[in-house]
């Protein structure tokens, strides 16, 4: 008889830190994938407008890049604060027992980034290999889902206690009511946010018609949504905070760079707006032709309204000069100031000569 051979029991291993029968779940942060497909959609819109500068002739060219590279970081950041995970956040560095049934004790920094979407949470070693293993977790909750579930799965995934402690605090059970405030901020937050997007669409059509009053007022309300926005997420921090205690700190969110980022703009949208509503109100011309637009002038229907004018001689055969002035057909036309014909054709000189009398001279001709 052929002895058989007994298999060996597979050992259940890491692999890259991941254990082997639970499903790997990634999570982007700070630049996640949809801040980064925001991103390149603007890079490339700047880099199609910004060929077109070869073809601006003299100091216009100058200006009209300054406009593309000012507006589209205004649109780019209006859209990527939608998404970014970073308007409040605060860290902390303890001791702390690793996992549940255990009494392993790490040394490890603790991070809550708060976002208008969710939460992230971040627990790295310090050293990251302790315990024979990569201490360097990044856990994502988000607003849009069923936290709860999320903090089950989290349990049933094994992850470190800091994580589950601080996750816990934004569940519907605990008596913080974390998730209320910042859930409710967080929607109105980006729902202002998205108008505001919208207002600086606007803007941005207005600012290439001859109505750039009208464009400096929506750069106004852009700013005032920026604001909103802010004001929205703020509401977080004025109603009684949950501490979160891990060891022998405290972790306490504060405002982070998102919620600085979006200030700034709005402050920048406050100086446009009011510049462009001030020149407009002071030297309206000079700012027409700065944005390279014009106006219809009520003038323009007026006689006088072309001091200087040139007919063709060609197109003048046939016709009679009666006491200095051109007649067709026997009738003189009138002029104030009479035209001077000459070798090359006829002048219209005085600035004073109906255009519809030269329309008239054409079409009979």
Known sequence: ???????????????????????????????????????????????????????????????????????????????????????????????????????????????????????????????????????????????SGHLDEQYSQALERGLPNPILYIAEKFTRNSACGLIYQYRFSGYYASATLWTAFCCWLLANLLFSMPVLLYAGYMMLATAAFIFFSMASFSTVFGLPQCSFSIGDATLQPSYSHSFWLALGTGVLCVLIGCMVVLLDWLVPEWVREAFSVGGDDDDDDELGAFPHGYLNANFLEGVAIQGGLPAIGGEVLKSQEGLVITGAGVTVKGGKVNPATISELVERL
């Open 1 to 143: 008889m052929t002895p058989t051979r007994r298999r060996r029991p597979r050992k259940m291993t890491f692999y890259d830190g991941i254990y082997p029968f639970y499903t790997l779940q990634r999570t982007p942060f700070i630049f996640s994938s949809s801040l980064l497909t925001v991103i390149l959609v603007f890079l490339v819109l700047a880099a199609s407008l910004l060929l077109i500068l070869p073809g601006i002739r003299g100091k216009s060219r100058f200006f009209w890049m300054f406009r593309i590279i000012v507006s589209l970081f205004i649109g780019v950041v209006i859209v990527a604060l939608n998404f970014t995970a970073d308007w409040a956040q605060g860290s902390l560095r303890a001791n702390s027992t690793y996992k549940s049934f255990s009494n392993a004790v790490v040394n490890a920094e603790v991070g809550l980034h708060v976002g208008l979407y969710g939460i992230n949470i971040t627990l790295r070693g310090n050293p990251v290999h302790q315990l024979n293993e990569t201490i360097d977790y990044n856990e994502e909750f988000r607003w």
